[in-house]
């Protein structure tokens, strides 16, 4: 089996922290623990960091989300890569907003308040009539399953979370995708912890994930009806895409397109829609000249009939920057010529705006995996074995701390 390279998640050893866990990880719809400890922690030891004020672009990130609304792109979360080698990626500031306005050309940040979801990245985000709606992701302890929903067409950005949700929830999931129609969100696939009794759909368990959390691939769909605040999974029919991580939907008409993703050792270049009224499942060809499979793309309606396909990651861990358009009604996929093929990148966004262009924002152009089997150390161990250590940490010298501080607060690329 191929090595995942993956940044493993820090394990919070002692038994307080491990109920915690269960409880966030069936339960979390309920729970209203505040897990910003960890976060504040984060904003102390990223001493270099400029503030927000200063900054008139937005950081580097990848792993964010982006939503458009009227002629605007809002961007949120994600983290930033180490200043220094040997360092561990940050979270960005969970309340910052940035906004980019598709008509002048220029960015604009506004900080946000309320019920501030904890910083992540691999989230889903969609916006349904000037409200943005953030599922899941990976914050510093672990993955998520909470639903946060933020109006952008107010004066000031508030927060509010989704407490009083109905029915059987997700489990906590990364690297999902989405579809909205008709006044619902619906979710499938990602990469998260073991799926509940309930749940339909296949689970395939990652067996170089942490044993304590034990995480893996599915292709459930779940359903997030806006009018009732209820959760549902329907009954589909067909040949359901097999489970995957770091896919990407679209929604045409009343088809939820999914192209590629990461299953197992595999990075997939099938396609496939479901009729998102009729619940039936169909696969479309790809043509052998086609897309190579992929991960950590993008895939966006471009008009009516044509899905823009950009970037990613290969089987063979190769970032790409090659771009196609599929169109719907002929069922064939074209290579998209463009003047930024000296520009791969994976874990970016992409968005529509309301002239038929495609905004691409962020994204990392190197092998994140590579680049963390690189830092080869024994912060691992130490953390590791933390309840046993962590008295001692203040002995360390300064730079070691520092480093043990920020894996605290590490980003997960697993399933990717």
Same mark, same amino acid.
């Given at each position: ?24 990880? *069936? ?48 961007? *949120? ?29 220029? *960015? ?309």
């Amino acid at each position: 089996m191929e090595d995942d390279g993956d940044l493993q998640d820090v394990q919070d050893e002692d038994d307080d922290s491990e109920h915690e866990e269960l409880d966030f990880e *069936w339960d979390a719809q309920d729970d209203a623990r505040d897990f910003d400890w960890v976060e504040e922690e984060e904003v102390v030891i990223d001493t270099d960091a400029p503030e927000p004020f200063a900054l008139d672009t937005p950081a580097e990130r990848s792993g964010h989300i982006a939503v458009v609304d009227r002629n605007c792109m809002y961007v *949120w979360g994600g983290y930033k890569n180490a200043e220094e080698m040997g360092l561990f990626d940050l979270y960005l500031p969970k309340n910052e907003i940035w906004i980019y306005n598709m008509e002048t050309g220029r *960015w604009r940040m506004q900080l946000s308040e309320g019920d501030l979801p904890a910083s992540m990245s691999g989230s889903c985000g969609v916006c349904v009539e000037g409200i943005l709606y953030l599922f899941g992701g990976h914050h510093a302890r672990g993955n998520t399953n909470l639903v946060y929903r933020l109006p952008l067409r107010m004066p000031v950005f508030s927060w509010e979370r989704m407490k009083d949700l109905k029915g059987l929830a997700p489990t906590c999931k990364d690297k999902l995708g989405c579809w909205v129609y008709k006044n619902r969100l619906m979710y499938f696939g990602g990469y998260g912890y073991v799926a509940q009794a309930g749940h339909r759909g296949t689970f395939e368990l990652d067996e170089h994930s942490l044993m304590v959390s034990r995480r893996g691939w599915n292709n459930h769909i779940h359903i997030l009806n806006l009018e009732t605040s209820t959760w549902s999974q329907p009954i589909t029919k067909g040949n359901a895409p097999t489970p995957r991580a770091a896919h990407a939907c679209a929604t045409v008409g009343n088809r939820g397109y999914v192209f590629g993703g990461r299953y197992m050792d595999h990075r997939l270049n099938d396609l496939y829609y479901i009729n998102l009224e009729t619940w039936e499942w169909n696969e479309m060809s790809v043509p052998q000249h086609g897309p190579v499979g992929r991960s950590w793309h993008s895939f966006i309606p471009a008009s009516p009939d044509h899905i823009f396909l950009f970037g990613g990651f290969t089987t063979n861990r190769e970032t790409l920057s090659d771009a196609w358009l599929y169109c719907v009604t002929t069922n064939e996929w074209k290579p998209f010529q463009h003047n930024h093929t000296e520009s791969p990148r994976l874990w970016h966004t992409a968005c529509s705006g309301p002239d038929g262009e495609v905004f691409v924002f962020g994204g990392c152009a190197n092998n994140l995996l590579s680049h963390q089997r690189a830092v080869s150390t024994t912060v691992p161990v130490v953390l590791q074995h933390r309840e046993q250590l962590e008295s001692m940490w203040d002995c360390l010298p300064k730079h070691l701390l520092h480093s043990l501080k920020q894996r605290i607060g590490t980003t997960n690329t697993g399933g990717s």
